[in-house]
């Protein structure tokens, strides 16, 4: 019941269902995986004729929202954008989506699993709701005016330029959130900030993953290597990003349109994917240790 919403949009705007972090739907279908891998392990849901109704509800509500986008719902929002002067359409229309998605993933799991959904399968609601509060914030605070999360930027940007450096792909300078690059396509300047450094993704990632490892019947000590383990990794994964566009730019185009079509999928190919191969590795590293 859970993909039925997903699946009717995807016939209904087919192109909606990108991977960009602002302006994409994808994310949707990686939520869900997010419930499939939770609920992995849990034997089989009594579906009572009341919860199927209830259930069937949520659906046809979800459903009804989307639809609803293309008569009117949208002009409202984009109403909203001038009434109170917000800076980014595309995150705060994009911001609703998965406010909506959120919603309704926690209501048929509350519908099915009751209480206990909070425990046995959080990481979906919390990645949902995790997205929408950053592109809430992406869509208020733009570019660097949120200086809390713009702090750790230049660190990131400096590391990026560094390596580059090392591999000897190209010339790069950085200062401050500033890449200025000169590659085989000429000179590109790229201003980074705190979402195109894959911030937001760290934050997500805490929230899931703490409320996936609480969950877990294993020691605080193991809870703490995972999660660490994880930061790390979800660090690596923003390096890796901020060093594949300049790569893009370095020696495959320095084309601002091209350019824009890459950066903005970049990061969820990679840090999405990361996050859900980790919570399966960290499930089938516990699982077998369980069977032991």
């Known amino acids: 019941m859970l993909v039925l919403p997903v699946l009717f949009v995807i016939i209904l705007q087919p192109d909606s269902f990108n991977l960009s972090w602002n302006q994409g739907r994808g994310g949707f279908i990686f939520a869900l995986t997010f419930v499939f891998v939770e609920l992995f392990l849990i034997p089989s849901i009594n579906v ?14 979800t459903v009804s929202y989307f639809v609803f986008l293309d008569r009117g719902l949208e002009d ?26 959120a919603i309704f993933v ?17 990481a979906s609601p919390i990645f949902l709701f995790g997205n929408s509060i950053i592109l809430f914030l992406d869509a208020i605070f733009p570019y660097d005016t949120l200086g809390a999360l713009q702090y750790f930027v230049p660190y990131i940007v400096q590391i990026n330029a560094n390596l580059i450096t090392i591999f000897g792909i190209g010339t790069i300078i950085a200062k401050n ?6 590659g085989d396509h000429g000179p590109f300047a790229l201003q980074v900030f705190w979402p195109s450094a894959g911030v ?6 805490s929230l899931v993953m703490i409320a996936f490892l609480l969950k877990m019947n294993i020691t605080a000590t193991n809870k ?12 690596l ?11 893009f730019v370095l020696k495959i185009s320095s084309n601002p349109i091209k350019f824009e079509e890459f950066h903005s999928v970049a990061g969820e190919i990679i840090f999405i994917p990361w996050l859900i191969i980790f ?9 077998k240790k369980s069977k032991n």
Do not use: Q
């Open 177 to 182: 959130n500033l890449l200025f690059l000169d």
């Open 279 to 287: 919570l399966l590795i960290v499930t089938a590293i516990e699982y």
């Open 76 to 101: 409202y929002f984009n109403y909203l954008i001038s009434l109170y002067d917000i800076n980014l359409s595309f995150s705060w229309l994009t911001m609703w989506d998965f406010l909506v998605m």
């Open 237 to 247: 994964a923003n390096i890796l990003r901020i060093f594949l566009l300049s790569i």
């Open 106 to 122: 926690s209501s048929i799991l509350s519908i099915f699993l009751g209480s206990k959904w909070l425990k046995l399968a959080p």
């Open 48 to 61: 009572s004729k009341t919860k199927f109704i209830l259930a069937i509800s949520a659906i046809m509500c």
């Open 224 to 235: 703490f290597i995972y999660f660490i383990i994880g930061i790390i990794g979800t660090i």
């Open 200 to 205: 937001h993704s760290i934050i997500i990632y």
